[in-house]
């Protein structure tokens, strides 16, 4: 799938978001409003907080698929990492009012009417969201896209809220049915406090996901792994690898690295190697950056003359336990 039809897919997916979000937010803004109830309400202005986030995904998934140009000439695919830390810090705002408001209903309780209006919206968006997410989910993974892996998560804790919500109000419902002399109305507030606890913890997971990319951090150890494994795979043509520099933009990788040949192979044979490289990293990363640097390497073999760092990466030391050659950071 070509860079157009994953901004396409990615779009369409972002905008279902943006849809969804609309109808739950005003449906439950209407029973919290009819119903007096705090949790309602608190899940009205999350809905609205997913929202706003969904637009600023939508827009993060447009503005990343555009190429690269002059002011940006490493792409557009940190708006992606931006989008999902913003939503971060939405979130945040959003958990630290609702317990505010469920504190203040706790301490003032305020009578509950229309229990199965209120089951029925948290049931609804329990169900929706849960559809909506899952489907952001699957889309976020096949385009390696941030802001609708972000989005699917945010939606999914909405899922869990709602149904906590919902717990509580049937509690209510069921104990004003059975015992009308019993005081539950503080379940409500309860319950709002316990959704807005989980959602500072949702939103403190998806931070740490969205922004470390932001301050370049390493790809994952399993990519890693893989890599080093791969270039160790090109031995003997290649002797040797170091200074391996990885980050991540949005869906896109920047793989950096330095690979040492024999000093007397010639320029157009070191170039096929870096080219073959290239071509694997791309087969295995269909959004990647690659650039290699080729160094000669001047010692038959490994010996305390060679520089450190070429020492660490070299492909021509043995393992003396397994008697294979050594993957440099293995």
């Known amino acids: 799938m070509d860079n157009d039809q994953n901004t396409q897919q990615k779009s369409r997916a972002a ?43 939508w827009i993060a998934v447009r503005a990343s698929g555009k190429p690269a140009d002059n002011r940006h000439p490493f792409g557009h695919g940190k ?3 931006l989008s999902g830390t913003v939503e971060a810090l939405l979130i945040f705002l959003a958990a630290g009012w609702i317990i505010y408001e469920a ?4 301490i003032r309780p305020e009578p509950i009417e229309g229990f199965g209006w209120g089951v029925g919206v948290m049931c609804l968006s329990a169900v929706v969201n849960w559809l909506i997410s899952s489907y952001l989910m699957r889309i976020g993974e096949q385009t ?34 059975l015992r ?38 390493a790809l994952p150890d399993d990519e890693l792994l893989w890599l080093r494994g791969f270039l160790a795979s090109f031995a003997p043509a290649v002797c040797g690898f170091h200074r391996l520099r990885t980050r991540k933009a949005g869906a896109l990788r920047f793989i950096e690295a330095h690979v040492v040949v024999d000093a007397e192979m ?65």
């Open 266 to 330: 010639s320029v157009l044979k070191s170039h096929e190697i870096t080219e073959q490289v290239a071509a694997g990293l791309r087969a295995r990363f269909p959004s990647v950056h690659v650039t290699i640097h080729v160094e000669p390497c001047t010692a038959a073999t490994a010996s305390e003359m060679c520089q450190p760092h070429c020492v660490a990466g070299c492909l021509k030391a043995i393992d003396r336990e397994t008697g294979k050659q050594a993957i440099p950071g293995d």
């Open 180 to 217: 009308p002399d019993l005081d539950l109305h503080w379940i409500d507030p309860v319950a709002a406090i316990l959704v807005g606890v989980m959602i500072l913890q949702a939103a403190y997971e998806l931070l740490m996901q969205a922004g470390q990319d932001l301050v370049d951090v």
């Open 144 to 177: 390696d896209s941030v802001a609708l892996t972000a989005d699917a998560w945010h939606l999914r804790t909405d899922v869990y809220t709602s149904l906590g919500v919902m717990l509580g109000l049937a509690l209510m419902w069921t104990g004003q049915w």
């Open 15 to 57: 905008a279902l978001s943006v849809g969804s979000n609309i109808l739950l937010m005003l449906f439950k803004l209407v029973v919290g409003i009819t119903t007096n109830s705090v949790s309602v309400m608190s899940e009205a202005i999350h809905s609205s907080i997913d929202l706003l986030a969904s637009v600023i995904a």
């Open 79 to 81: 708006f992606e990492n």
């Open 103 to 106: 504190i203040h209903k706790l």
